[in-house]
Structure formats: structure tokens, C-alpha cells
């Protein structure tokens, strides 16, 4: 588990009053801080969207699947399920 600190060893650049000095080994762990948030908010994310999907689902097939396809419904389909596929 990791975690966002406010130790100053994890800031990229080190402020000492109006001068400042970049620290190259303190910019490594910045990135990989934020490249490690970034994925659990992706995985967060996308455990989020299938939930809704899921809990939709069973309203959805009766209300889209098994009714007379029109072009609302096309546009509804493309629009839920084209936009999963992109985002995958």
C-alpha cells in the first residue's frame, strides 16, 4: 500500500527561500508515487463502471434487448458499449 506524504524527500524540486535546486532521485520517487496512484485509480475506476454494468444489466435486457429495435436503441447500444470498448 502506498501513500502520499508530505515529507519534503518526495518533492521534486526543493524550495530554500527564494533559490531553488532540482533533485533528480527525489523526481524518480514523485513519478513513480503518482504512476502507482494512477493505477489504482484506474483499476477503481473500472471496478466502478462494471458494478453499474451489472447492476443495469438485468433492467436492461428487458427494457432494450428483447424490445423492437429502432434507432434509439442502436444509438443507446453504440453509446454504452462503444464507449467500454474505447476506454479498454
Known amino acids: 500500500m502506498s501513500f502520499m506524504s508530505n515529507s519534503?524527500?518526495?518533492w521534486p524540486v526543493e524550495y530554500d527561500d527564494l533559490h531553488f535546486r532540482f533533485n533528480c532521485k527525489s523526481l524518480v520517487s514523485f513519478v513513480h508515487v503518482l504512476r502507482?496512484?494512477?493505477r489504482t485509480l484506474a483499476v477503481a475506476s473500472t471496478a466502478i463502471i462494471f458494478y453499474d454494468y451489472g447492476l443495469v444489466f438485468t433492467r436492461e435486457v428487458?427494457?432494450?434487448w428483447r424490445q423492437r429495435w429502432k434507432l434509439t436503441t442502436v444509438l443507446y447500444i453504440?453509446?454504452?458499449y462503444l464507449g467500454l470498448a474505447i476506454a479498454m
Open 62 to 64: 428487458e427494457l432494450i
Open 36 to 38: 502507482v496512484h494512477s
Open 78 to 80: 453504440i453509446a454504452r
Open 8 to 10: 519534503s524527500k518526495f
